[in-house]
C-alpha cells in the first residue's frame, strides 16, 4: 500500500508519517461523516467527503480507493448509477477502514 508513498518520500520516515498521520485523522473523520450522509441520503455531503479524500488517497497510493470515491462522485454529479449509491459507500466506508487499519499498523511498526 505504501510503496507510491515511500517512492513520493525518498523513504523518509518523517515525511512518511506526516502524511499517514494527515491520512489517519482524515479517514476517521470521512467514516463518520459518510455514515451519517448515507443514512440521511445526502449526496451533496457524500459528494463533497468523497472529493476531498481523493488527493491524499492518489498519494498514498489507494488507486482503488480513489477509484471507488470517484465512482461515486461522478455518480452524484451525473445522477447515473445512483441506485448503486449505497454499495459504492459501504465498499468506500469499508475499503477507508481497511487502509486505515494498514496505516495504523505501519505507524506501529514504525514507533517501536
Request: proline share 2%; with cysteine; charged share 30%.
Amino acid at each position: 500500500m505504501l510503496d507510491k508513498l515511500k517512492e513520493m518520500t525518498g523513504g523518509d520516515e518523517k515525511r512518511m508519517a506526516l502524511y499517514l498521520s494527515t491520512y489517519q485523522s482524515a479517514a476517521e473523520d470521512q467514516i463518520l461523516s459518510m455514515s451519517m450522509a448515507l443514512e440521511d441520503s445526502n449526496y451533496p455531503e457524500i459528494r463533497i467527503i468523497v472529493h476531498s479524500a481523493k488527493p491524499i488517497l492518489k498519494v498514498l497510493g489507494l488507486d482503488e480507493l480513489w477509484e471507488c470515491a470517484n465512482e461515486i462522485e461522478v455518480s452524484i454529479d451525473t445522477n447515473i448509477g445512483l441506485e448503486l449509491l449505497t454499495e459504492n459507500c459501504e465498499e468506500f466506508l469499508s475499503l477507508t477502514q481497511d487502509a486505515l487499519n494498514e496505516v495504523r499498523a505501519h505507524r506501529l511498526s514504525a514507533d517501536a
